[in-house]
């Protein structure tokens, strides 16, 4: 099946994005009586912690809070994604180790710590965030503004960096 002009791949992919989002948000709140969404997307801040949380319960017996959904079972979507990005650079040739000047790594480091935290602070994803703030959520919308112009001013940042000589 040939997809309209419309819905090519490279133009409207955020269109597409939105479109699914927003049909399996609606899906999730009529099926299943979630009122907003609880689910999460893919999230590489608090999927990382309900993992480590969820082994520091099992192994050690403490008491960390962990999403309902991830009690029985732990979120490997980190993992996956690391041991698959692991595995297609190993396929392709690719892998290989760099060392990149110090005081780059320590930008690296502080700029991640401060993006960890912050996103845990907030406490969802960014999809979350994005459907919440659709559902009227006003300190949801606040948050995707912010992450917005995070990511506006991270990407003249680097372009910045890039032009520098």
């Given at each position: 099946m040939k997809l309209p002009k419309l819905f090519g791949l490279r133009g409207n992919m955020a269109l597409i994005t939105g479109l699914t989002i927003g049909i399996l948000a609606v899906?999730?709140?009529?099926?299943?009586?979630?009122?907003?969404?609880?689910?999460d997307g893919v999230c590489y801040i608090s999927h990382p912690a309900n993992l480590v949380n969820w082994i520091s319960n099992t192994l050690f017996s403490t008491e960390f809070t962990i999403k309902s959904i991830f009690i029985q079972v732990p979120v490997l979507t980190s993992v996956g994604t690391i041991l698959g990005s692991l595995t297609a650079s190993l396929r392709n040739k690719e892998f290989r180790f760099r060392r990149g000047p110090v005081r780059d790594n320590l930008t690296a480091f502080i700029f991640g710590f401060l993006v960890i935290n912050f996103g845990l602070l907030w406490g969802a994803c960014p999809l979350r965030t994005v459907v919440l703030s659709s559902y009227g959520m006003l300190f949801a919308g606040v948050m995707w503004f912010v992450m917005a112009g995070g990511v506006i001013a991270a990407a003249q940042y680097i372009k910045w960096r890039s032009r520098r000589p």
């Open positions: 899906t999730a709140q009529g099926f299943f009586g979630l009122q907003p969404p609880v689910g």
